[in-house]
């Protein structure tokens, strides 16, 4: 993957930084990739799971502990230990993965 370099320093430049060596710049696209590569592995898993092919918005939202909410993000507030007991309980009433899914979502734009 490859982020183009100038986007990233003229971030850098407008959050008010004078000057931005190359170096920055670098270190930064190279943590932006990896997180990206990362994020895009786990809401590749999420479509798998709702049995899609097609990564969504949702997936993403997901991958990154995030939801939408008016057009802002919210972080996922859920505990871990909670949402594999929510997991396991709305599995046993026979709901599907998607459906978990469109659950914490629903969950997350209530909060």
Same mark, same amino acid.
């Given at each position: &993957? =490859?982020?183009?370099?100038?986007? +990233?320093?003229? %971030?850098?430049?407008?959050?008010?930084? !004078?000057? +931005?060596? =190359?170096?920055?710049?670098?270190?930064? +696209? @190279?943590?932006?990739?990896?997180? #990206?590569? #990362? *994020?895009?592995?786990? =809401? *590749? !898993? /999420?479509?798998? /799971? #709702?049995?899609?092919?097609? +990564?969504? #918005?949702?997936?993403? =939202?997901?991958?990154?502990?995030k939801s939408e909410t008016s057009g802002s993000s919210v972080k996922n507030k859920h505990n871990l230990?909670?949402v594999i007991k929510d997991v396991f309980e709305a599995a046993s009433e026979g709901k599907g993965i998607? @459906?978990? %899914?469109?659950?914490? &979502? $629903?969950?997350? $734009?209530? !909060?």
């Open positions: &993957m =490859a982020i183009p370099k100038a986007p +990233v320093k003229r %971030i850098i430049k407008e959050e008010g930084a !004078e000057r +931005v060596s =190359a170096d920055a710049v670098d270190t930064l +696209v @190279e943590f932006l990739e990896d997180d #990206a590569e #990362a *994020i895009a592995k786990k =809401a *590749i !898993e /999420y479509a798998k /799971y #709702a049995k899609r092919q097609t +990564v969504k #918005a949702e997936d993403i =939202a997901l991958a990154i502990g230990l909670d998607e @459906e978990i %899914i469109k659950g914490f &979502m $629903k969950l997350e $734009k209530q !909060e």
